[in-house]
């Protein structure tokens, strides 16, 4: 059978800015399914024949940026199986990727032409309150990167390496901004209204 192109949000933001809290409230309104990159490395990490397990562990305690060919399959993996199970499902929030140019590279060679990315939609936090609910997070989250030496690093990465490429897509006109400070009901509400102009 033909498959459809789907239609492909990129959620993007420093961490602790809230994208898998909005992508999990968007799923319960919207026909979108959730990946989150980070998920599917951690997840990655965890299966026991995975060849790639320390690499993850290592960047991730580093706050660096996986190599693109790890996270770019996981990605590929995740959206036919969605897309086998259930053809309907054919718009993907992807949370936390593309991170770099590499990441973006890794993105145009596997699925340019297999999907269309619609814009991106960047959750914008300060850096002191995104570092504090990761920090808060941390005290149950189980996360390797919940604390304070990871966090640096992480917020690095993304000032450095994340922010040109939302810049980039900013030139294009494809990024829908929202005040990702705010309370999650407030943020949330931005994010429909946002979503219905978009026709979602
Ligand atoms: N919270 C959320 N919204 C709130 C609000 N409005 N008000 C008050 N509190 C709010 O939220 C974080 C915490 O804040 C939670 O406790 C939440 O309840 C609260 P969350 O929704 O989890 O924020 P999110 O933006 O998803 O934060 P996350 O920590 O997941 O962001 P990161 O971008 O840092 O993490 P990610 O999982 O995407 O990546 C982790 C690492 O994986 C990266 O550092 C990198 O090493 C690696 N990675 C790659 O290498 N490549 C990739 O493509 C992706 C990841
Ligand atoms: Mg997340």
């Known amino acids: 059978s033909v498959m459809t192109k789907p239609n492909v949000v990129f959620v993007l933001g420093g961490p602790g800015a809230g994208k898998g809290t909005q992508c999990s409230k968007i799923v319960e309104t919207y026909?979108?399914?959730?990946?989150?990159?980070g998920d599917l490395l951690r997840e990655e990490r965890c299966r026991a024949e995975s060849k790639d397990g320390q690499?993850?562990?290592?960047?991730i305690k580093e706050g660096k940026i996986v190599p693109v060919e790890i996270t770019i399959n996981l990605l590929r993996k995740a959206m036919e199986e969605t897309m086998q199970k259930d053809s309907s499902k054919s718009c993907f929030l992807i949370d936390g990727f593309?991170?770099?140019?590499?990441?973006?590279?890794?993105w145009t060679r596997v699925m340019d032409g297999k999907a269309k990315v619609k814009f991106v939609l960047f959750f914008d936090c300060g850096t002191e309150v995104c570092i504090n609910r990761c920090l808060e997070r941390g005290k149950s989250s189980g996360r390797t990167d919940d604390n304070r030496e990871s966090l640096e690093k992480r917020i690095q990465t993304y000032q450095q390496s994340t922010r040109p490429i939302i810049q980039l897509y900013e030139k294009q006109g494809k990024v829908r901004t929202v005040d990702a400070s705010r309370p999650v009901d407030e943020v949330f509400a931005d994010v429909?209204?946002?979503?219905n102009k978009e026709g979602f």
């Open 31 to 37: 026909k979108c399914t959730h990946l989150s990159a």
């Open 55 to 59: 690499l993850i562990d290592a960047y």
């Open 98 to 106: 593309p991170r770099n140019e590499d990441n973006l590279h890794g």
């Open 192 to 195: 429909m209204d946002l979503l």
